[in-house]
């Protein structure tokens, strides 16, 4: 049965985000898609949390976590153009608290998850392992910079991106993860690997 659920729910990820690249290819169904954006992110989100299986007091610290500090770094970088640069957010995101989404705290829960899952598979050692989900973090910033743009999550003030603004990344990623590690969350490898790939082929399609 959990396999069964595993491959529906594989299948479910793959089309819903192949469907957002043809949604969003034209201009006729792109306004549509647009409106999607926030509940495909809490379907996803739903899906990833309801396939874990370890749920217990160190995972449930984990979620809280990781969505304060990086709904906190969101905070300072729109409101002091520090960390990031300067940028705020568009209204594609849906509901915003001080000018931040709600679901962007979502995201980055979501983002330490699957990296944190496909960097345990390659290395045992803490720092190693911890060091390539950051990468694998920063990387995915970097392809989903033109299309997050383009779709109007955010937008850079300057219209160009600080280099910093991916150090940041990769500074937060790997202290989030580092507390995922600490912590021993337990994630699902295989659903993780779909949710990256899957991520990385809807921002370069948007290209």
């Known amino acids: 049965m959990e396999r069964k659920e595993t491959r529906i729910a594989a299948i479910v990820i793959i089309v819903t ?5 043809f949604g969003f290819a034209f201009q006729s169904t792109k306004s549509l898609f647009v409106i999607l954006v926030p509940f495909h992110l809490l379907l ?4 990833l949390m309801y396939l874990h299986k370890s749920w217990n007091l160190k995972f449930v610290i984990f979620l809280f976590l990781t969505f304060i500090i990086s709904f906190s770094a969101e905070y300072i970088g729109v409101h002091t153009g520090l960390l990031f640069g300067d940028y705020y957010y568009g209204n594609v995101l849906g509901l915003k608290l001080g000018g931040i989404p709600l679901l962007i705290g979502i995201n ?7 990296t944190h899952s496909i960097s345990s598979y390659f290395s045992v050692n803490i720092l190693v392992s911890t060091s390539i989900a950051a990468i694998l973090m920063t990387f995915l910033d970097i392809i989903m910079e033109p299309g997050a743009i383009k ?3 955010w937008h850079w003030t300057l219209n160009s ?3 910093y603004n991916y150090v940041s990344w990769f500074v937060l990623s790997f202290l989030l993860t580092m507390g995922a590690k600490f912590l021993k969350v337990k994630t699902y490898m295989f659903i993780s690997l ?3 790939i899957s991520q990385l082929m809807f921002f370069v399609a948007l290209y």
């Open 17 to 21: 985000y192949l469907v957002g690249i």
């Open 44 to 47: 996803v989100f739903g899906i």
């Open 151 to 153: 779709l109007g999550f």
């Open 194 to 196: 779909i949710v990256f």
């Open 108 to 114: 980055w829960i979501m983002l330490v998850y699957i």
């Open 161 to 163: 991106i600080p280099v």
